[in-house]
C-alpha cells in the first residue's frame, strides 16, 4: 500500500465532510498499523482489501471513481500507467518519477506524500467535480497511450536498436 498512512489520514478529513465516501486500500503493507489510523466513526467505510493478483488489478480501477496514489517511493510508475491506461483520474506523488508522468492540473494531480491537507483537498476537488475528474481521465489516458503504447514504443526501441547495431558496424 503506497503511501497509505497519508491516504488514511487524508480520508479522514474528506471523510468528516463527504457522508458517502468510501476508501478502499488495495496491497500489502502494515495494515494493522494502517488500520488503527483510520477515524473509529469512518471504520465501517474503509475496505482493507491486501494484495491482489495482477489479473484482479484492472477491476480494483475501473470499479473506482478515481485513485490516490501518495507514495514515497516508485520503480518506473507502473501503477500509475495502470490507472491511466485504464481511464482513471489519478491523484500521484511529485517524488520519484512522478513529475515526468503527470502534469499537475492536466492529467491528474501531483501531491506532496507527506501533506495530508492537500491530499485531502484533491480528494475533494474529484469527489465534488464530475466533470473535472473525466477530464483529467481522459488527458491522462490520451498521455499515457501516446507515449507508452506500443505503436510507440516498438518503433523506438527499433530505432535505438538500429543506432546501437550501426555504432557498432563503425
Known sequence: MKGVFSLIKAFNIV???NLQVRLRLVGSGDIEGARRL?????????DFVGFVPHERIADEIDAASFCVLPSYFENFSMAAL???A?????IYTERASGKELV???????????????QIAEKMELLLSD??????????G?????SRFSTETIVPQMEQYYQSVIEK???
Open 86 to 90: 485504464r481511464r482513471k483520474a489519478l
Open 168 to 170: 557498432c558496424r563503425k
Open 103 to 117: 502534469e499537475d492540473g492536466v492529467n491528474g494531480f501531483l501531491v506532496n506524500s507527506d501533506d495530508v491537507v
Open 130 to 139: 464530475a466533470d473535472l475528474r473525466h477530464r483529467l481521465a481522459e488527458n
Open 82 to 84: 495502470e490507472v491511466l
Open 141 to 145: 489516458y490520451e498521455m499515457c497511450r
Open 38 to 46: 483510520v477515524n473509529p466513526q469512518f471504520a465501517d467505510r474503509v
Open 15 to 17: 471523510a468528516e465532510k
